[in-house]
């Protein structure tokens, strides 16, 4: 079955404008996670929802960052004012409920000029 | 404050050899721990997972162990191949973290010699 997708898979902005990142996760998944991976880092935790419960926003860096997750599938990340140091691969994934093993996207490589 | 530790940036062995990979955790919670395999330009792809009531899993040539005591896991790929050259990050996830969430190690790079 088709795998979780994000778009678009590069994105070069500019430092101060708004960027949105699109997650689609597995079918019949209702966790849905967003990482993101800085040059040289590993994995940094940023967001998770599950379900219709409040989502856990615990790892966003700051009040620039905020995510939505329309009817429990599609999610977007939006990255207002973006800053430099915000470049890195943002990663999305789901698993399904309460499940442990999470399957990741192919990634946005977000550049920021 | 790094609750999981790849200590080894990079590994180089040779094809038919094994490779073993070691993470530690510093977080007595968790309870589920995880390896991920990474080519250059794709997500993270799952690739073996381990419980905490366990101290062994196998999956072909891949196995884990765990090291409660120590809060240590290895990661063994018995043969290595040229196409198991990739970054590996283990993960771990506990009851007291938001729903699974991982947290991560850096990540070791594995490269497979022919």
């Known amino acids: 079955g088709a795998g979780v997708s994000q778009s678009p898979s590069n994105k070069v902005t500019e430092k101060g404008k708004d960027v949105e990142l699109r997650c689609d996760p597995i079918s019949g998944h209702t966790a849905l996670y967003w990482y993101r991976q800085s040059l040289g880092q590993g994995l940094e935790f940023l967001i998770y929802?599950?379900?219709?419960?409040?989502?856990?926003k615990s790892g966003l860096p700051s009040d620039r960052f905020s995510a939505e997750r329309t009817g429990g599938s599609v999610s977007t990340l939006t990255i207002q004012r973006t800053q430099q140091e915000d470049s890195a691969v943002y990663l999305c994934?789901?698993?399904?409920?309460?499940?442990?093993?999470?399957?990741f996207g192919p990634g946005t490589r977000l550049t920021v000029l | 404050d790094q609750q999981v530790k790849q200590n080894s940036p990079s590994l180089s062995v040779q094809e038919g050899r094994i490779s073993i990979l070691n993470c530690d955790y510093t977080n007595s919670m968790f309870d589920y721990f995880l390896w991920y395999k990474k080519y250059p330009a794709e997500g993270p792809t799952f690739l073996i997972s381990?419980?905490?009531?366990?101290d062994k899993n196998e999956d072909g040539r891949f196995t884990v162990f765990l090291n409660k005591s120590a809060k240590h896991l290895s990661l063994h790929i018995v043969p290595s191949q040229p196409g198991d050259s990739a970054v590996y990050f283990c993960a771990a996830s506990g009851v007291e973290t938001s729903g699974s969430r991982l947290t991560f190690g850096e990540g070791t790079q594995l490269t497979v010699n022919p």
């Open positions: 994934a789901s698993s399904e409920p309460w499940g442990e093993t999470q399957y």
């Open positions: 929802f599950q379900g219709n419960s409040a989502p856990d």
């Open positions: 381990i419980s905490s009531i366990k």
